[in-house]
Every structure is written in structure tokens, then in C-alpha cells.
């Protein structure tokens, strides 16, 4: 069964913006530590954002801070990544990873579980 859904990735412009979606039916996700990574054609999966199981500590890659954002809504059961000022090299499929161990983990193989992925293209 699939615990973590992707959503909100698709086709946008240079300096646009897209907000994905994450929705976990992970009964402990609110409790969890929670992720996001991403994965270019031919390159290794790779660190985005990070955010505490209580949402009170965020972490960002350097290549995206300042342009990203992370946020959860426990009660929704849902976590999001905002991404303004997208750049070509945003290209990457998207995918959220939660860990019901809780805390903030930053590392991919820290992660427990995953979702299937949302595609985000940022044409030049």
C-alpha cells in the first residue's frame, strides 16, 4: 500500500513557482520526521528540505534555500514544499520520505518511508 502520495509537480516556466503536496496515511505522521529529496535524469537521488516532526526546524539544501520552503499540517496529515523562482536545474522528479522516528533527518537512507514521486519540469 502506498503511504505517501505526491502531488502538485508538472510543466512550469523559469522563475515560476509550484507548491507539492504530500499526503501520508503513515498513522504516525505527525509525529514523524519528513523530507523531501529529488532526482535528476542520470544523477543520484539528492537532499531538498527537511523539516522537525513538530514543524518548529527546517533545513535546506544550499541550492534551494532562499527559494524553497517546507511546511506541514499535522492535523491534514499533509506536508508541503513551496518552490518559487524555479531554475532549469530544479528538474528533478520530487519525493517526499517521512520517518516515524521522529525528529529531522537529512540524510536519504535515514528515511523509512517514501513516495512514488511527482514530476517537476522547469523549462528555460
Known amino acids: 500500500q502506498v503511504q505517501l502520495v505526491e502531488s502538485g509537480g508538472g510543466l512550469v516556466q523559469a522563475g515560476g513557482s509550484l507548491r507539492l503536496s504530500c499526503v501520508a496515511s503513515?498513522?504516525?505522521?505527525?509525529?514523524?520526521?519528513q523530507g523531501w529529496f529529488r532526482q535528476a535524469p542520470g544523477k543520484e537521488r539528492e537532499f531538498v528540505a527537511a523539516?522537525?516532526?513538530?514543524?518548529?526546524?527546517?533545513r535546506y539544501a544550499d541550492s534551494v534555500k532562499g527559494r524553497f520552503t517546507i511546511s506541514r499540517d499535522n492535523a491534514k496529515n499533509t506536508a508541503y514544499l513551496l518552490m518559487n523562482s524555479l531554475k532549469p536545474e530544479d528538474t528533478a522528479v520530487y519525493y517526499c520520505?517521512?520517518?516515524?522516528?521522529?525528529?529531522?533527518?537529512?540524510?536519504?537512507?535515514?528515511?523509512?518511508?517514501w513516495g512514488q514521486g511527482t514530476q517537476v519540469t522547469v523549462s528555460p
Open positions: 520520505a517521512a520517518d516515524p522516528r521522529g525528529g529531522i533527518r537529512v540524510r536519504e537512507y535515514e528515511y523509512d518511508y
Open positions: 523539516i522537525h516532526w513538530s514543524g518548529a526546524i527546517t
Open positions: 503513515i498513522r504516525t505522521f505527525s509525529t514523524s520526521a
